[in-house]
C-alpha cells in the first residue's frame, strides 16, 4: 500500500511535486512531469512486484501453520454485555423503520418523484441532459444506492416506489396463487439481469428519457399485477433485475436485517417472522429469520421487524463479505454451492460490473461507434455487449474447470464458490463506476428540474444553470479513491479464495504449497479481473446523462 499510494499521488499529480527539478529537469532535456510520472511507474509496477514475492511467501506460512488460538477479550466484572448497535431503536429512525405505515409514506414519496421522472419523460425535451428521466434515474438514484449500499445498507428496496401501489392495494386484494415451484429459481433473474444489460447498451437507455418512462411504467405495472396475483414478494424475489442487484451487492453493506438474541428465538413457538401475526405480515421471501445468513433474497421490507412479537428482529451491524465465507445451509437458499443459478446470476452481475463499464470507456466507445454505419445497430451493439459478457465470464469457467480437476471438485460447485469469491471485484467495480458518474453528475440534478417546474407548472425555481450539466469536473482525489476500492476489493476476493482453498485440504493437514497451487486458478482470475477494472477507470469516461 505504501509504494501504490505514494505512486499514485505521483503518477496523477497535474504538475512537477519537487519545485527543484522543475528548472534542473528541462537542462537534461525532459520534461519534468514526465519524468515524475516515469518514475511513479517505476515505483508502482516493478515495486509492487517485488513486494509480491515476499508478501505471497509470509502470507502462505501465516495462513497455514495451526497457531493455538488465544481470546484477547479481557474480563468485564459486574456489567451487562452490551446490546448490539441496532438502527431500529435509534430515535426516529427506529420508529420509521418499525412502522408499516411510516415504510409505506417512504415509498409514496419515492414514487411522486419516480411520477416526475415518467411525466418529464414522456412530455419533456428529447436530450437526456437537460430531462429529469435522463440525469436522475441513471446518474443520481443509481449512484445514491450504491454509496447507500456501502455506507448503510439495501436503502434501495426499503424505499423501492415499485411496491408503493401493491402495498396499499393488497389492503383490499388478497393474492391467492403461490409462485409456482418450477419457477423459484434465479434463472429467470440471471435472464433478465442480462437482458437489462444488453437492451441498456443496445438501445441507449440513458440517453432517451422516453425509453427510460416506459421503463419504469413497465416495471410498475408488472410489479403491481405479479404481486396482486402471487403470495409473498414473488416479483421482488424472482423476477426483478434491479432487486437482484440491490440484494447482491448487499455483501458490501455494513448492516443486514437479523435477529438479536437466538436464545428467544429457540423458545419462540409462532415464528410470526415467517407466518406473520396479529403485528403485520411475515417474510414475503420465506425467509426464517434464526436461520437467515447475509441479505441474499432479503428484500430489507422490515415485515419481520414489525411482525416479531418479542421485539427480537432489528437491524443490526455486519462486516462487510463475511458472510460469503459461510457454506453452511440458509434459509430459503439452502446450500449455495449446490445452486447453478445463483452461480450464474452472480457471474452475470459480476461480468455486466466489467462489461458495463468498460463500454462507456473513449476508446471502446469509440470502436463501438465505427459499427454506426452498419444497418441493425442496435442488434449489433447487443452481440458485442453479449460477445464482452462471455470474453469476461471465459476465464472463471477455465478456471472452475482446472480447479474443479485439481481438488477433485465437482464443477458446479467450485464455479458457485469462484462466483461468490469474485463477488467483491464485481461489487468494487459497480461501486467505483456508479459512485464516479454520482460525484462528477452531482450538480446536473438541479437544471432539469427547474426547466421541468417553469415548462410543466409555470414555476419559478430559478434560471436553469445548465453549465452544471456540461463538462463535469473530475475532483483529483477522485482516481486514487477508485483506486484504492477496487485494490481493497482485489485483497477481499484474494482472502476468500485463500480461506476455501485452504479449507478443502482433504487430508487435514495443510500443507502450503498445496494450498497455494489451489488458490492459484481463482487468484489469477481475480488479478486479471481487478487489472482490466484499474484500466477502465484510467480511461476517459464518456459522461452519459451530461451535455457533451
Ligand atoms: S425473530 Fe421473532 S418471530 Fe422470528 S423466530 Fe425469532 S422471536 Fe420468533
Ligand atoms: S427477512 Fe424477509 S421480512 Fe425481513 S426484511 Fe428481509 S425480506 Fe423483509
Redesign the pocket.
Known amino acids: 500500500m505504501a509504494n501504490t499510494l505514494v505512486a499514485a499521488i505521483l503518477a496523477f499529480a497535474p504538475g512537477a511535486i519537487y519545485g527543484v527539478y522543475r528548472d534542473t529537469a528541462p537542462a537534461m532535456g525532459v520534461d519534468a512531469l514526465v519524468d515524475q510520472q516515469r518514475a511513479a511507474a517505476i515505483m508502482w509496477l516493478p515495486g509492487s512486484l517485488l513486494y509480491l514475492v515476499p508478501a505471497v511467501v509470509i502470507i502462505v506460512h501465516a495462513l497455514s501453520r495451526k497457531r493455538p488460538r488465544v481470546a484477547l477479550s479481557l474480563p468485564v466484572v459486574g456489567q451487562a454485555r452490551r446490546a448490539p448497535w441496532d438502527a431500529t431503536r435509534v430515535p426516529v429512525l427506529g420508529a420509521l423503520l418499525r412502522s408499516a405505515n411510516g415504510r409505506l409514506a417512504v415509498r409514496f414519496v419515492m414514487l411522486g418523484l419516480a411520477a416526475l421522472v415518467v411525466l418529464d419523460g414522456l412530455l419533456g425535451p428529447r436530450d437526456a441532459a437537460t430531462n429529469i428521466a435522463g440525469t436522475w434515474p441513471w446518474t443520481h438514484w443509481r449512484g445514491a444506492a450504491a454509496v447507500g449500499m456501502v455506507v448503510a445498507g439495501n436503502l434501495a428496496c426499503l424505499g423501492c416506489p415499485l411496491i408503493a401501489p401493491r402495498t396499499l392495494l393488497r389492503r383490499w386484494i388478497t393474492p391467492t396463487r403461490r409462485w409456482p415451484s418450477w419457477l423459484r429459481t434465479k434463472w429467470i433473474a440471471a435472464v433478465a439481469v442480462l437482458a437489462w444489460l444488453v437492451a441498456y447498451e443496445a438501445f441507449g437507455w440513458w440517453d432517451s428519457p422516453l425509453l427510460t418512462a416506459g421503463l419504469i411504467i413497465g416495471l410498475l405495472l408488472v410489479a403491481t399485477v405479479v404481486d396482486l396475483l402471487f403470495e409473498g414478494a414473488a416479483f421482488c424475489q424472482w423476477m426483478c433485475p434491479i432487486g437482484q442487484w440491490n440484494m447482491v451487492m448487499s455483501v458490501a453493506s455494513p448492516t443486514q436485517v437479523t ?1 438479536r438474541d437466538p436464545q ?2 429457540e423458545r ?1 413457538t ?5 407466518r406473520g ?1 396479529p403485528q403485520g405480515p411475515g417474510c414475503g421471501t420465506s425467509l ?3 436461520r437467515k445468513v447475509g441479505a441474499l433474497d432479503c428484500t430489507a421490507c422490515m415485515d ?1 421487524v414489525t ?4 421485539d ?2 432489528g437491524v443490526l451491524l455486519k462486516v462487510p463479505f463475511m458472510e460469503l465465507q459461510s457454506e453452511a445451509s440458509r434459509s430459503v437458499i439452502g446450500r449455495w454451492i449446490e445452486r447453478p443459478d445463483l452461480a450464474a446470476l452472480l457471474l452475470v452481475l459480476e461480468c455486466g460490473a466489467l462489461v458495463n463499464a468498460a463500454l462507456m470507456t473513449e476508446p471502446l466507445v469509440a470502436w463501438v461507434g465505427s459499427w454506426q454505419p452498419l444497418p441493425w445497430r442496435a442488434a449489433t451493439v447487443a452481440l458485442i455487449t453479449l460477445l464482452a459478457m462471455v470474453a469476461v465470464a471465459v476465464p472463471v469457467l477455465v478456471a472452475a474447470r482446472v480447479g474443479a480437476w485439481m481438488r477433485r471438485e465437482a464443477f458446479v460447485h467450485r464455479l458457485a464458490r469462484m462466483a461468490f469469491d469474485l463477488l467483491p471485484i464485481g461489487t468494487g467495480m459497480w461501486l467505483v463506476h456508479f459512485g464516479f458518474h454520482l460525484v462528477t453528475g452531482l450538480s446536473s440534478a438541479l437544471p432539469p428540474l427547474q426547466r421541468a417546474a417553469r415548462d410543466g407548472a409555470a414555476l419559478d425555481l430559478g434560471e436553469p444553470a445548465w453549465a452544471a450539466n456540461c463538462c463535469a469536473q473530475v475532483p483529483q482525489w477522485l482516481l486514487p479513491v477508485m483506486l484504492c476500492v477496487l485494490a481493497l476489493a482485489l485483497l477481499v476476493s484474494l482472502q476468500l479464495a485463500w480461506n476455501r482453498a485452504s479449507r478443502v485440504e482433504a487430508s487435514g493437514v495443510q500443507r502450503s504449497g498445496r494450498v497455494l497451487v489451489r488458490w492459484l486458478p481463482d487468484a489469477l482470475v481475480a488479478l486479471g479481473w481487478w487489472a482490466l477494472a484499474a484500466w477502465i477507470v484510467l480511461q476517459p469516461m464518456q459522461m452519459r446523462g451530461l451535455l457533451s
Open positions: 435477529i428467544v428465538c419462540c409462532t415464528q410470526d417472522c415467517l401475526g426464517f429469520l434464526p419481520c411482525a416479531c412479537p418479542h427480537n428482529a
